[in-house]
């Protein structure tokens, strides 16, 4: 008699959507294979019906359509890199893709394994220019930079050489001490003619470290000159400008420069051989500026054809990442069927709204019809035991709010008649703390009011930490465990149920 009394009271409560749920019912589908695909697929787009899986103790590996999983996965990671490969260009992708015809599941594999290997090879094609250009800016830097140490260098050896030479033929009556000068001179300048350079370029935030190292390697027998390059260049791993510094290293014997090589090896150090000839300096520096000239041709030639292929990949893609979605959705859900004893068929159970029964017959007549199935899917009620799901009928504005609601987990439990028959308990959970503004707290507080809410304390109520009791007067009275207060989320919880 209470049972019917409570259902009855519920029955005659006015709707409201958001703040009660649907009712709901179990159902079995026998599904023919070869319409098995297209009546999940509308199934979903319809979003009435929640299939439980019954192949849980299987693992994903062992399921019945595993591979066109593993293929969904596949075109799903070609798609994030060319996203990733639009966003690094600068380009926008479409929201809106452009009218083409559909296309099957096998035609766009196809089509996304094309345009991968075209743009890995335009990339490793781009990478390797840039790279070419950027040695030869640097080796154009250290060419024009080297240049005025060398000079500097040259001259004040000939300058000492000259002062040498006036101060030992100055005097004609020490001839034999004279020629013993120049025997000394002639030793001198042997000496120094083996005075050797190496010049190259380095980051400029190494440069202290560098000067150190060397200078520690050689025991100081090194004269280290150093100036700032004029330009940024863009280093092809981390595709950010970065500056640089020049380096003309002087030094004298073969394993100074062994050690001298290894360390700027190690300091990623990029050394160029620059000729002591100022003929021969000016004619490669003229050489390595027409190659420049060529290559920045060919980089801006190489990336406009890699925008226009990225343009053409971006007005199709969100289209291509919304069908290969709705595929792997499709086979994880068909993933969640069994096949009948003949194979034929697939067996699903599910639960759905009571108003949507006639919208899912529909549905899967229609898919009986466009997959030319001479046998149709069966769709009938079951008795189940367990809890059915939550389903809140929403629209366009209050789905945000019940996407809030159920991100934090919410919990109802089953309805418990008291001692007093006009009064009936329903319990919620929660998972998560709420971080509500004093506003949206005020509005809360504003509703309960409005649906004749009072608050009071209750004793040995089991599990649930909040419960909301509904008496035949319209009157709610929401209880909370002693030694715990009431707080925001609760008053929500009541708030989407009252």
Excluded at 8 to 32: A, G, H
Excluded at 208 to 221: D, I, K, P, S, W
Excluded at 283 to 296: A, F, I, K
Aim: charged share 25%.
């Amino acid at each position: 008699m209470a049972l019917q009394k409570m259902d009855q009271f519920i029955e005659n409560l006015p709707s409201m959507d958001l703040m009660r749920s649907e009712k709901m019912t179990f159902v079995q589908l026998i599904i023919p294979a070869e319409s098995a695909h297209r009546a999940i697929s509308y199934l979903g787009e319809l979003g009435l019906l929640q299939f439980r899986d019954m192949n849980a103790d299987k693992s994903p590996f062992q399921r019945t359509f595993v591979n066109q999983v593993k293929r969904c996965g596949e075109m799903s990671r070609k798609l994030r890199f060319f996203k990733d490969q639009i966003q690094k260009a600068g380009l926008l992708s479409s929201a809106h893709s452009t009218l083409e015809p559909d296309i099957e599941l096998e035609e766009l594999e196809v089509q996304l394994a094309e345009h991968e290997h075209e743009l890995i090879e335009m990339n490793s094609n781009s990478e390797k220019l840039q790279q070419s250009f950027n040695e030869l800016l640097e080796f154009k830097i250290v060419l024009q930079k080297a240049v005025g140490f060398l000079v500097s260098h040259n001259s004040h050896a000939v300058a000492d050489e000259t002062e040498l030479d006036e101060n030992v033929y100055s005097n004609g009556d020490f001839g034999e001490a004279s020629s013993l000068l120049e025997q000394e001179m002639r030793s001198g300048s042997s000496s120094q003619s083996t005075v050797r350079f190496i010049s190259g370029i380095i980051p400029r935030s190494k440069v202290l470290r560098f000067e150190r190292m060397l200078f520690r390697a050689t025991r100081g027998n090194m004269l280290f000159n150093q100036t700032l390059a004029d330009e940024e260049i863009l280093d092809p791993t981390s595709n950010e400008m970065v500056e640089k510094t020049v380096f003309v290293v002087f030094f004298s014997g073969e394993q100074a420069r062994m050690k001298i090589i290894k360390i700027c090896e190690a300091f990623g150090a990029n050394c160029y051989p620059v000729p002591e000839d100022i003929t021969k300096q000016r004619q490669l520096t003229r050489e390595v500026l027409s190659r420049l000239s060529e290559l920045e041709a060919t980089l801006d030639a190489g990336i406009r054809h890699r925008n226009q292929a990225l343009i053409s990949i971006g007005l199709h893609l969100t289209k291509w990442i919304n069908m290969v979605r709705m595929e792997k959705a499709v086979y994880d859900t068909l993933n969640m069927l069994n096949f009948d004893v003949t194979k034929k068929c697939l067996v699903g159970e599910g639960w759905c709204p009571i108003f949507a029964k006639p919208q899912i017959q529909e549905v899967l007549q229609r898919a009986t019809y466009d997959s030319s199935s001479q046998v149709g899917i069966i769709f009938h009620v079951m008795e189940a035991t367990e809890s059915p799901p939550t389903y809140f009928r929403t629209n366009c504005f209050t789905n945000a709010y019940q996407e809030i609601v159920d991100a934090y987990g919410f919990r109802i439990a089953l309805f418990e008649l008291s001692e007093d028959e006009d009064v009936y308990f329903i319990g919620y959970h929660t998972n998560e703390p709420w971080n509500l503004n004093e506003l949206f707290q005020c509005t809360l507080f504003w509703e309960l009011t409005r649906y004749k809410v009072s608050i009071c304390a209750a004793d040995n109520l089991p599990e649930f930490p909040i419960w909301v009791s509904f008496t035949s007067h319209h009157h709610q009275v929401v209880h909370w465990f002693p030694g715990r207060s009431l707080s925001c989320h609760d008053i929500l919880c009541c708030c989407f149920w009252l």
